[in-house]
């Protein structure tokens, strides 16, 4: 199990990352480094976590990414944004939780760019290590965290004023969060809310200078985008399940950066074979289920940032909440194929991770 949740999270981080590098002119754009410090609490979101909640967390990160220039027309429309790879170090002052390290990659998508100043959001997602995991003999108290290796997500509001032409200052406020996707249990996850300080620096000689390239024609409106993805599940006594995705969907392209979608979602979930008494003879449609959906890709380059919100039509066991969010990433090596890693989830609450492979037509 271990060795499927690392390749499945660990395909977010190659999704963010290496994608992002390969497809920025590192001719045109500009390097840029940036050091983060962050304080902040962990948020107690269950009544079991309070005790791991009673101290301030700090943590310190240093990203290395290009700042776009507006080489290639996505750039224009995300307002230039900043991307990159980036490390995550931490102090929660809590021996139960350990010294949690991440590896992740990043986009700063500017809301408004002035002449000296910038406010923006910042997207990362990745890997986390080092966590002391929940051992019911070792470490019976961290009820948050199952798992060696983690997924690492973060969300924060920026605002950066420049000084010089090669140094940038700033602050925030962040939220952070790391989980499994309830590939191993406990997987409650820790949710962090931090204020940030940030400084930037551009170590090149040459000056910034946004380009403005005309806008492409849109050739093609309506595609069909068609997915199989697959993920796992710990039903909490150790017994790992399977589940699959096949989804359908048409979209159409609103601008050069947004498509907006609907489609149909069927499942397949082996751990509802917990409902059952025959359990390993459950017949399969006992197993299926299938909704309608609408959702939105954001659009830079060949990634697309996608978000989701179905509801269920069919259904042989009834979840907490009748709706289900997505969100994930995915990536074009080609025209027409993509690759997709997701999170499934009700409420919030993670149901699994999706690893898959797509094409669109």
């Not at 304080?39 to 005790?51: C, D, R």
């Not at 017994?239 to 048409?250: G, Q």
């Not at 907490?320 to 997505?326: A, D």
Request: glycine share 8%; charged share 20%; net charge positive.
């Amino acid at each position: 199990m271990n060795k499927f949740l690392n390749i499945c999270i660990s395909t977010i981080f190659s999704l963010i990352s290496l994608p992002i590098l390969a497809q920025t002119d590192s001719c045109k754009s500009v390097l840029k480094l940036e050091v983060v410090g962050i304080a902040g609490k962990i948020s107690a979101h269950h009544k079991e976590m309070e005790p791991m909640c009673d101290r301030p967390f700090y943590a310190g990160e240093l990203r290395i990414g290009m700042q776009t220039t507006g080489n290639q027309y996505w750039h224009q429309t995300l307002k230039y944004p900043y991307l990159g790879i980036g490390v995550y170090l931490s102090e929660f002052q809590k021996k139960e939780i350990g010294h949690p390290i991440a590896l992740f990659g990043f986009m700063d998508i500017p809301m408004h760019r002035g002449q000296k100043s910038s406010l923006s959001t910042s997207w990362s997602c990745g890997l986390t290590f080092n966590i002391n995991q929940y051992d019911s003999i070792k470490n019976p108290n961290n009820m948050a965290i199952g798992s060696e290796v983690n997924a690492y997500i973060e969300f924060s509001l920026r605002y950066k004023y420049q000084i010089t032409s090669k140094i940038e200052i700033g602050c925030g406020a962040s939220f952070q969060h790391f989980s499994n996707g309830a590939t191993k249990q406990p997987n409650w996850g820790m949710n962090m809310l931090g204020i940030n300080m940030i400084a930037s620096y551009i170590p090149t000689k040459r000056e910034i200078h946004f380009q403005k390239l005309p806008e492409p024609e849109i050739t093609k409106r309506y595609e069909w985008n068609i997915m199989y993805a697959t993920g796992i599940r710990d039903n909490k006594t150790g017994v790992i399940y399977h589940n699959s995705t096949l989804s359908v969907a048409l979209s159409r392209r609103i601008s050069y950066k947004r498509t907006l979608g609907l489609g149909i979602d069927i499942f397949h979930n082996e751990y509802f074979k917990d409902e059952y008494a025959e359990n390993e003879h459950v017949e399969l449609k006992k197993l299926l289920s299938q909704a309608v959906f609408a959702n939105s890709d954001l659009i830079a380059g060949k990634l697309r940032i996608n978000i989701g919100l179905g509801v269920y039509t069919l259904r042989s066991k009834a979840y907490t909440l009748p709706i289900y969010e997505r969100a994930g990433v995915r990536f074009y090596p080609i025209k027409q194929l993509f690759t997709n890693v997701s999170i499934k989830a009700h409420g919030a609450k993670a149901e699994f991770i999706e690893c898959g492979l797509g094409v669109t037509l």
